[in-house]
């Protein structure tokens, strides 16, 4: 099946050309999310590898209801807006209610609908209106043949600007593991499909309140999934992981980023 191609900013997506997902988990301050931003553009015009920057304005999907959750929806989104025209950079941030879909949409110009959601009819047709591409990731529990139902939830909204995203499958408890079949299975169903190289190490709830992670396979595991096929790779990054407000036992480290993609390029080529 011939793959859909489209646009997310000025970035072909379906195109060959490889690209990158990438900011930290949640929006934290103004001086994080600049200081993350600045690197980034750096890497991608050494690399020349285009990137969309993610970060989340709220997180819904907590375990522990003391976790931090957003330093407020209209603070973080104005952030992401300043970042979108400071670095001239497209901005994808995910929503956990139908009724966000258009408020996001006045900022983002990719809507992602989290794993734990995907299967949520209404919150998938209500960004799929938006008219914005959609990237849908992979529920932990969801069979990769099962996404192309989830994806054609949005084409029958006139939408097919879709991307699954594969973040890693439930193996017992507290743990994630790969299944790096999901990708090609997934890249049947003609829509593109990107890696989450990030949230593929979390170790959910391992650590009582909040999750853990193995960040120390982030790249061989990024690494095996360009080996196999995909179309990006979705990295969340942080100038100091364990300061992090969310996820920091799974996010790298920024200054580890350009090597990282140094890297994978290699295996790209």
Partial sequence: MAETKFKIGEIEIGSGKPFIIAGPCVVESKEIAFATAEKLKIIS?????????????IKANRQSGKSFATIGVDKALKILADVKS???????????????????AEVADCLQIPAF?????EL???????????????GQ??????????????????????ILTER??????????????SLVIMKKTGFPVIFDCTHS????????????????????????????????????????????????????????LEDMIRQVLKVWK
């Fill in 141 to 162: 529990f969801m069979a990769p043949e099962d996404m192309s139902e989830i994806a054609q939830k949005a084409v029958s909204e006139g939408n097919n600007k879709v």
């Fill in 86 to 104: 400071q670095f001239n950079v497209p901005i994808l941030t995910d929503i956990h209610k139908p009724d966000e879909a258009d408020m996001a």
């Fill in 201 to 256: 190490v979390q170790k959910p709830g391992a650590k009582g309140g909040s999750s853990g992670g193995s960040p120390e396979f982030i790249l061989p595991l990024a690494k095996a999934a360009v080996a196999v096929g995909v179309d990006g790779l979705f990295i969340e990054t942080h100038p100091d992981p364990q300061k992090a407000k969310s996820d920091k036992n799974c996010q790298l480290k920024l200054d580890l």
């Fill in 168 to 181: 890693g499958t439930t193996f017992g408890y507290h743990d994630l593991i790969v299944d790096f079949r």
């Fill in 117 to 121: 959601l995907c299967r949520q009819t």
């Fill in 124 to 138: 998938v047709l209500a960004a799929a209106k938006t008219g914005l591409p959609l990237n849908i990731k992979k």
């Fill in 45 to 57: 015009q050494k690399l020349d590898i285009p990137f969309i920057y993610k970060s989340s304005y």
